[in-house]
């Protein structure tokens, strides 16, 4: 299965949709899981009795986040008894404790991003989602069998390439 998510910048909406109809017992896990995208992919991954694993500094702020979208969602055993929240900055986890997170997931969507605030562009981690796409990627390749039958996907949202295809943004001007 393939796991499309688009976002309508204007008005906000986020669309999940997984193709074919994914199995009830598909494991995602979702990285920035409290941030403005990645609710959004979470609550609706439980709202299609996924599996959802996530990475969030603050489980509270994620449950949070769950109810401002649909209210008590986070209090509705349904949905939460399929979340599992690491509470933990991901470039603070260390290899093994990625692994762990990504094994046995059918796919892993990173949604994380900078704030768009001043502190949120120009100061560290500067290569936040860079640094953390190639440790989830290591850590899917780690953890992925010789000869995988249905191989973990790997999503990445993000708007990093827009400004600087060429990748070398070490220097932002203002």
Partial sequence: PSVVATKHLCSCNINIQ???PATPNMTTLVVGA???????????LLQQNQNVRAIARSKERLLNSLDEIV???SS???IVSRLDVT???LLDLTQDELEKAVRGCDAVVSC????????GLYTPPRRLVTDAAKRLCQAIEATTDQAPEN???FILMGSDGVANP???????RL
Avoid at 36 to 44: D, S
Avoid at 112 to 119: A, C, I, P, Q, S
Avoid at 166 to 172: F, M, P, Q, T, V
């Fill in 18 to 20: 997984i193709n074919p």
């Fill in 34 to 44: 409290s941030g403005a995208t990645g609710r959004h992919v979470v609550l609706q």
């Fill in 71 to 73: 209210p008590e969602s």
């Fill in 76 to 78: 509705n055993s349904h």
């Fill in 87 to 89: 509470e933990a900055s």
């Fill in 112 to 119: 994380l991003g900078h704030n768009m605030t001043f502190k």
């Fill in 151 to 153: 191989p973990t996907k």
């Fill in 166 to 172: 060429a990748g070398g943004d070490d220097k932002r």
